[in-house]
């Protein structure tokens, strides 16, 4: 079928809105009619080949939409149905099975090869093969290819173009939080970075009752915001060291804090504000290779750093809880948002760079 969808034909390029040719759904597929992709910082680590994929293709990987078509072995979603997309996994490794998608195996091969697996592609133009698939989705378009693994079903009276984020940066943020660090209530957090995943994380901090909930960042404006969303203190790390800054709040440093951004240096900050036996997660995606230098002794004291990706989140079950909290008005990750449409995507993309909107949404 013809679709219209956003095409990188060349490392850090800008985006081309192209007619393309994409498949009909094989057993396993589902067909989606796409209403809204957010731009997540992952698409722009691909789009500049920070993280490899096959050029020219289509990226987006926080969509949602409605189902128009189902393979013949799908029994999740069935035609008319509203969907969330998410990331892939395998389903098949040892750790899929220990109910740990989030660390697959070929985590990469599921998100970033750019093709079904057993290689063949989804999108052509005119013969030439567009590289799509990725995250399963390839959402920057009218209609994206998903598998039965990757979609997350959810409820249809609720505005279905704002849910596309929950897909990745708002499951990561809040997943980090709320699945992986899991404070209890009244004890304390740093959150550094306060972009679209940072806040996201300070609403799972105010979900989970933290207190303080401490905003770093170098951005004014994205400080200002993050007070607006919960956070306690915030923290100007370009002025002033934020260590220092945290142990004067709290006089022993935090019990749990998160790096969002993919520095070292913040992430060495990240470990440094912490108290003994004080939890470090890191989320930040950094190009690969990147090194951090710690502490030994610091670590010795009970001090632990873990990864964390997309959240530890099963998107069928943490979706829906997230959906449900917002329906409460308990996680207004909505207010986040600002709309585009999809032939305006490199003005999203640049006002994103910019810092000028915490989660740009492409609509078709």
């Given at each position: 079928?013809?679709?219209?969808?956003?095409?990188?034909?060349?490392?850090?390029?800008?985006?081309?809105?192209?007619?393309?040719?994409?498949?009909?759904?094989?057993?396993?597929?589902?067909?989606?009619?796409?209403?809204?992709?957010?731009?997540?910082?992952?698409?722009?680590?691909?789009?500049?080949?920070?993280?490899?994929?096959?050029?020219?293709?289509?990226?987006?990987?926080?969509?949602?939409?409605?189902?128009?078509?189902?393979?013949?072995?799908?029994?999740?979603?069935?035609?008319?149905?509203?969907?969330?997309?998410?990331?892939?996994?395998?389903?098949?490794?040892?750790?899929?099975?220990?109910?740990?998608?989030?660390?697959?195996?070929?985590?990469?091969?599921?998100?970033?090869?750019?093709?079904?697996?057993?290689?063949?592609?989804?999108?052509?133009?005119?013969?030439?093969?567009?590289?799509?698939?990725?995250?399963?989705?390839?959402?920057?378009?009218?209609?994206?290819?998903?598998?039965?693994?990757?979609?997350?079903?959810?409820?249809?009276?609720?505005?279905?173009?704002v849910l596309g984020p929950l897909?990745?940066?708002v499951q990561t943020g809040a997943?980090?939080?709320?699945?992986?660090?899991?404070?209890?209530?009244?004890?304390?957090?740093?959150?550094?970075?306060?972009?679209?995943?940072?806040?996201?994380?300070?609403?799972?901090?105010?979900?989970?009752?933290?207190?303080?909930?401490?905003?770093?960042?170098?951005?004014?404006?994205?400080?200002?915001?993050?007070?607006?969303?919960?956070?306690?203190?915030?923290?100007?790390?370009?002025?002033?060291?934020?260590?220092?800054?945290?142990?004067?709040?709290?006089?022993?440093?935090?019990?749990?804090?998160?790096?969002?951004?993919?520095?070292?240096?913040?992430?060495?900050?990240?470990?440094?504000?912490?108290?003994?036996?004080?939890?470090?997660?890191?989320?930040?995606?950094?190009?690969?290779?990147?090194?951090?230098?710690?502490?030994?002794?610091?670590?010795?004291?009970?001090?632990?750093?873990?990864?964390?990706?997309?959240?530890?989140?099963?998107p069928d079950i943490f979706i829906?809880?997230?959906?449900?909290?917002?329906?409460?008005?308990?996680?207004?990750?909505?207010?986040?948002?600002?709309?585009?449409?999809?032939?305006?995507?490199?003005?999203?993309?640049?006002?994103?760079?910019?810092?000028?909107?915490?989660?740009?949404?492409?609509?078709?």
């Open positions: 079928m013809k679709i219209k969808a956003a095409v990188v034909r060349e490392k850090a390029g800008p985006f081309r809105i192209e007619e393309l040719d994409l498949d009909e759904p094989r057993e396993d597929e589902v067909l989606v009619r796409v209403v809204g992709c957010g731009i997540c910082h992952t698409d722009l680590v691909a789009r500049d080949q920070y993280q490899p994929a096959p050029l020219p293709a289509v990226f987006g990987h926080e969509g949602s939409g409605v189902v128009e078509k189902t393979g013949s072995r799908v029994t999740k979603v069935k035609p008319g149905d509203h969907v969330v997309l998410s990331y892939l996994s395998c389903g098949v490794c040892a750790l899929c099975k220990q109910g740990l998608p989030t660390y697959c195996s070929d985590f990469l091969g599921c998100n970033f090869s750019a093709a079904r697996s057993d290689g063949t592609p989804t999108m052509h133009k005119n013969g030439e093969v567009i590289h799509g698939v990725f995250f399963g989705q390839s959402s920057f378009a009218t209609y994206a290819l998903a598998t039965e693994r990757n979609v997350a079903k959810v409820r249809k009276d609720v505005p279905l173009e897909g990745c940066g997943g980090g939080v709320i699945n992986a660090l899991r404070p209890r209530a009244g004890s304390s957090i740093a959150i550094f970075g306060t972009g679209s995943v940072g806040v996201s994380a300070i609403l799972g901090a105010v979900v989970c009752g933290c207190t303080p909930i401490i905003a770093v960042d170098i951005n004014p404006e994205r400080l200002r915001l993050a007070r607006e969303f919960g956070a306690t203190f915030a923290i100007d790390s370009d002025k002033t060291d934020p260590v220092e800054e945290i142990l004067k709040i709290t006089g022993t440093g935090v019990e749990y804090s998160l790096e969002c951004v993919g520095i070292p240096k913040v992430l060495r900050q990240a470990v440094d504000a912490l108290g003994r036996a004080g939890l470090c997660g890191l989320i930040g995606v950094a190009p690969m290779g990147s090194e951090v230098s710690l502490d030994m002794h610091s670590i010795l004291n009970g001090r632990t750093v873990r990864g964390i990706v997309e959240g530890d989140s099963i829906p809880q997230l959906i449900e909290l917002y329906r409460q008005g308990r996680y207004p990750f909505d207010r986040m948002i600002k709309f585009y449409p999809l032939d305006q995507i490199n003005r999203a993309v640049e006002d994103t760079e910019k810092g000028r909107v915490l989660k740009a949404v492409v609509r078709p």
